[in-house]
């Protein structure tokens, strides 16, 4: 029965949502991939330590429309954006705890958001 209690207790915390974060700030930064939510690391005088590995996939549209915040949609990111992750292959379901894009040459550092 304990292990039960703890079980249930673990799958009730909860990773914070576009719509929680949108209403925070509503120039947030985001990309949902995987049901989870990745904000950009904005820290201008660090090059990114990471190397970019394989195609995720594109930013399907961009919205700050909370309500329908799907995966493969950015707040900030125009539809098209290639979305790369830093291992040499990205297995779906399997989310990253960093993703890539590329624009103008140059790699941003997408975090994800996970509560624990």
């Not at 049901?35 to 190397?51: H, K």
Request: charged letters at 30%; proline letters at 3%; glycine letters at 6%.
């Amino acid at each position: 029965m304990v292990l039960l209690l703890i079980a249930c207790k673990d799958a009730n915390v909860d990773n914070p949502t576009a719509k929680e974060i949108l209403s925070e700030n509503r120039d947030a930064d985001i990309i949902q991939l995987d049901g989870l939510i990745y904000s950009r690391n904005i820290d201008e005088n660090r090059e990114s330590d990471f190397v970019r590995g394989d195609k995720i996939g594109e930013i399907l549209e961009q919205t700050t429309k909370a309500w329908w915040f799907r995966d493969l949609y950015a707040s900030k990111l125009p539809k098209g954006t290639e979305i790369f992750s830093t291992e040499k292959e990205y297995i779906q379901e399997d989310a990253p705890m960093v993703i890539l894009v590329e624009i103008d040459g140059e790699l941003m550092e997408y975090h994800v958001l996970v509560e624990g």
